[in-house]
């Protein structure tokens, strides 16, 4: 007897119909029924009822369909389990479209327990439409241009907005600042390599103004300069506030009056699988960030 005659038989119980079975095995129905033959001969008993090109199962084939099942499934998990190695190892790719001190900090727990794993990841944002359909994972905002795209997220975390600045600006003793008061000021812009704006560039044009923009920047490198070179005037998140204020003290950074949070998402596509390293990873983030 054979692995393979018990899956034939598997299949052809599970619909009592040699010829659905015979397409879904992809061979022949002849093939198939010599191979049914045979299990028979070799068990001495008859397995199906058989009624002009009809089949039925049997007393004799209920039975064996229950413990060929039980087989086929212990055989199956064995060699799921002959699979996993017993220390996780692989590469991870990230594309960050925003940054989070909080996910660097998991990724850092995570590798502390998986040193064989190890992070690629990506903050070229100008190559984010041709890259991200090779990452196992993007880390951005709901707000991302690439995440109508994106088909399963979980939430990081809900960041909120500041506006950055100099000490020496009329508006940078207020505790807090409305998005109706910088109409007149002159800014600079994250800009998408697909001709989107930031997120805050949207908020301004909903609180009635459009936005002057001295500086277009495709890097948030190139942002945090002109911003710490008091250029222009623009709007961070929490990360970047605890960075300016401790090491910039000519800078006011200063909350909104409009509450805007903007969501972090860690983000993959369902229909790309994940290695097992990215599924662990992905089960790890999620305890670490939502059952926490």
Same mark, same amino acid.
């Given at each position: 007897?054979?692995?393979?005659? %018990?899956?034939?038989?598997?299949?052809? *119980?599970?619909?009592?119909?040699?010829?659905?079975?015979?397409?879904?095995?992809?061979?022949?129905?002849?093939? %198939?029924?010599?191979? !049914?033959? +045979?299990?028979?001969?070799?068990?001495?008993?008859?397995?199906?009822?058989?009624?002009?090109?009809? =089949?039925?199962?049997?007393?004799?084939?209920?039975?064996?369909?229950?413990?060929?099942?039980?087989?086929?499934?212990?055989?199956?998990?064995?060699?799921?389990?002959?699979? !996993?190695?017993?220390?996780?190892?692989?590469?991870?790719?990230?594309?960050?479209?925003?940054?989070?001190? *909080?996910?660097?900090?998991?990724?850092?727990?995570?590798?502390?327990?998986?040193?064989?794993?190890?992070?690629?990841? &990506?903050?070229?944002?100008?190559?984010?439409?041709?890259?991200?359909?090779?990452?196992?994972? $993007?880390?951005? @905002?709901?707000?991302?241009? &690439?995440?109508?795209?994106?088909?399963?997220?979980?939430?990081?975390?809900? +960041?909120?907005?500041?506006?950055?600045?100099?000490? /020496?600006?009329?508006?940078?003793?207020?505790? /807090?600042?409305?998005?109706?008061?910088?109409?007149?000021?002159?800014?600079?812009? &994250?800009?998408?390599?697909?001709?989107?704006?930031?997120?805050?560039?949207?908020?301004?044009?909903?609180?009635?103004? !459009?936005?002057?923009? @001295?500086? @277009?920047? #495709?890097?948030? $490198?190139?942002? %945090?300069?002109?911003?710490?070179?008091?250029?222009?005037?623009? &709007?961070?998140?929490?990360?970047?506030?605890?960075?300016?204020?401790?090491?910039?003290?000519? =800078?006011?950074?200063?909350?909104?009056?409009?509450?805007?949070?903007?969501?972090?998402?860690?983000?993959?596509?369902?229909? !790309?699988?994940?290695?097992?390293? *990215?599924?662990?990873?992905? #089960?790890?983030?999620?305890?670490?960030?939502?059952?926490?």
């Amino acid at each position: 007897m054979e692995i393979q005659q %018990l899956q034939y038989f598997e299949r052809i *119980a599970s619909y009592e119909n040699i010829s659905r079975a015979a397409k879904e095995l992809n061979i022949s129905q002849s093939a %198939l029924s010599n191979s !049914i033959n +045979r299990l028979e001969t070799e068990l001495d008993t008859p397995l199906f009822t058989r009624v002009g090109k009809k =089949l039925f199962l049997n007393n004799a084939g209920n039975q064996f369909l229950k413990t060929t099942r039980q087989v086929l499934f212990l055989l199956t998990t064995n060699r799921l389990i002959s699979k !996993i190695p017993s220390n996780l190892a692989g590469n991870l790719s990230i594309m960050i479209g925003q940054s989070d001190l *909080a996910f660097f900090q998991c990724l850092g727990e995570y590798r502390s327990q998986n040193p064989d794993i190890s992070f690629h990841l &990506f903050l070229d944002s100008q190559f984010l439409d041709t890259l991200l359909p090779t990452q196992d994972f $993007l880390l951005s @905002t709901n707000y991302h241009p &690439f995440f109508q795209d994106i088909h399963a997220s979980i939430p990081i975390s809900h +960041r909120r907005l500041y506006v950055v600045l100099p000490k /020496e600006h009329p508006l940078s003793t207020v505790p /807090e600042i409305s998005l109706s008061q910088l109409s007149k000021e002159k800014f600079v812009f &994250f800009h998408y390599s697909n001709g989107n704006w930031e997120r805050a560039y949207t908020l301004c044009v909903k609180s009635g103004f !459009i936005p002057t923009i @001295t500086y @277009t920047v #495709d890097q948030p $490198l190139l942002k %945090l300069y002109f911003l710490i070179h008091k250029a222009a005037i623009g &709007f961070v998140n929490d990360d970047l506030k605890e960075y300016l204020e401790p090491y910039f003290p000519d =800078l006011a950074v200063l909350p909104l009056k409009e509450v805007v949070e903007s969501p972090l998402y860690l983000s993959w596509k369902e229909d !790309i699988p994940l290695s097992t390293a *990215a599924l662990d990873f992905l #089960d790890f983030a999620k305890a670490y960030f939502i059952e926490s």
